[in-house]
């Protein structure tokens, strides 16, 4: 088949579990034969010469598509217009080779398109007329639409996302506007040709809130590429980036890593892990997002009056830099309040290293018998869990026995698999 996917999430420079889904989605896709066309919504404009159109989306990609800059605004009127009365047409951008292309982009796409401003002209359009934004995408059998959207392509099967109903479930952590995302999502429910999300628990979610036909949402997990990725990495390169890069040992820190944000549950777990008495130091990897502010102010006062680093946050960290940590940590914590799937918890497990996770939402079905689990509202069972876990030794060495296991379930090629077979349902 054709395919199209959509680069919302997986242009993002910084990258987030959804742009890890959808350059997942698109290798497994590609894996299977199928041709791949990368469909972006960058805010530069189009040019007759080709090379500088592949010169913007490649200057485009260093920034944060999902922002509505001012000019995206003050183009409203012709784009939004054009969005809601008639198709928008995708420009062809050539990889020429010519101009080296960021990460971000190497999605080992057949072609690459874009449509200025789509995803902030569609979001307008739709919350101003509720009507989804139409692209013209010549021969396209399938799109994959890896986030609530308001974009199809007429002629081809729309197939869209769902990873979680989190905005509706706890409206408090997200800054969504609830009206306008719960109508979003209504009307993908109502009117996608499919709906694909990540775990049993987000597939109830949707069938339960949305009011979506159980035989129209399909549950195909998530994969994550951190043990293939890490293969050619030896204990005594991961000991040495560690000491580098922390000046402690290996399996002499804890670790959490994610965006920091309401429902990661942060507070609780500093509070907590302060609480437990370890000596062992917590590492905190994650940059700011919505709704940050207290935690980041707690994390400042906490570096201010820790005199012995048993907190250290260090912000955003490349991917290769991130998995050596995950690699070398005594053990992940992870006491999210809610998640549609929870790919720290994968990429821990698949790098050996022991979890403790939350007992709610997906997390109990991705992480099975491996972690140690917890109220994610209840300090003292976070505190306590973290005390066990560092006194004994041989619980870590069988939670990361068990991880391991567990994490086969989510490997690429069980992923493509199961992607496989739902592509034979569309057929």
């Known amino acids: 088949m054709k395919i199209a996917i959509d680069a919302f999430n997986i242009s993002l420079a910084h990258g987030t579990g959804v742009a890890t889904y959808g350059r997942t989605l698109a290798s497994a896709a590609h894996g299977l034969g199928h041709e791949i066309n990368a469909l972006f919504g960058s805010h530069a404009g189009h ?66 398109w874009n449509v200025q401003s789509l995803y902030t002209s569609a979001n307008i359009a739709f919350r101003a007329a509720g009507s989804f934004t139409r692209v013209k995408l010549a021969e396209t059998d399938l799109v994959h639409w890896t986030y609530p959207l308001p974009v199809r392509i007429p002629g081809a099967q729309n197939v869209y996302t769902l990873h979680d109903l989190v905005p509706l479930r706890l409206p408090y952590t997200t800054a969504d506007v609830k009206r306008a995302y719960f109508k979003l999502c209504s009307k993908i429910a109502r009117d996608a040709d499919h709906i694909l999300t990540v775990s ?12 979506a036909a159980p035989d129209r949402v399909t549950n195909l997990y998530q994969s994550s590429d951190a043990a293939q990725y890490m293969t050619a990495v030896d204990e005594a390169a991961i000991a040495r980036h560690v000491e580098g890069l922390l000046n402690v040992g290996l399996r002499e820190y804890y670790l959490f890593f994610g965006a920091i944000e309401p429902k990661k549950n942060l507070a609780r777990l500093i509070e907590a892990y302060l609480g437990s008495g370890v000596q062992t130091p917590l590492v905190i990897v ?4 919505w709704g940050s502010e207290r935690d980041v102010a707690l994390l400042k006062s906490m570096s201010a009056l820790d005199t012995r680093q048993r907190i250290i946050w260090l912000g955003y960290l490349p991917r290769d830099m991130l998995y050596r940590l995950i690699a070398g940590a005594r053990a992940t914590l992870f006491p999210s309040l809610y998640e549609g799937f929870g790919l720290p918890l994968l990429e821990s497990m698949a790098l050996g290293t022991p979890v403790i996770t939350s007992n709610v939402s997906s997390l109990p079905e991705v992480g099975g018998d491996a972690p140690v689990y917890v109220d994610p509202y209840d300090v003292s069972s976070i505190a306590t869990a973290i005390t066990q876990v560092d006194a004994d030794a041989d619980l870590r060495a069988e939670m990361a026995r068990k991880g391991l296991i567990q994490a086969d379930n989510f490997r690429p090629a069980a992923y493509e ?5 739902f592509y034979e349902t569309l057929r």
């Open 417 to 421: 698999k199961r992607l496989a077979k």
């Open 286 to 289: 994650g940059s700011p997002g």
């Open 200 to 211: 049993e628990c987000s597939r109830r979610d949707i069938i339960d809130i949305l009011g």
């Open 47 to 112: 040019s007759k010469i080709p090379l500088l159109n592949e010169i913007a989306l490649a200057e485009a990609a260093s920034l944060d598509t999902k922002r509505v800059t001012l000019q995206a605004k003050m183009g409203f009127g012709a784009r939004a217009a054009s969005g809601v009365f008639g198709p928008r047409d995708a420009l062809a951008i050539p990889v020429s080779g010519k101009v080296i292309l960021p990460a971000s982009l190497s999605l080992g796409a057949a072609r690459l």
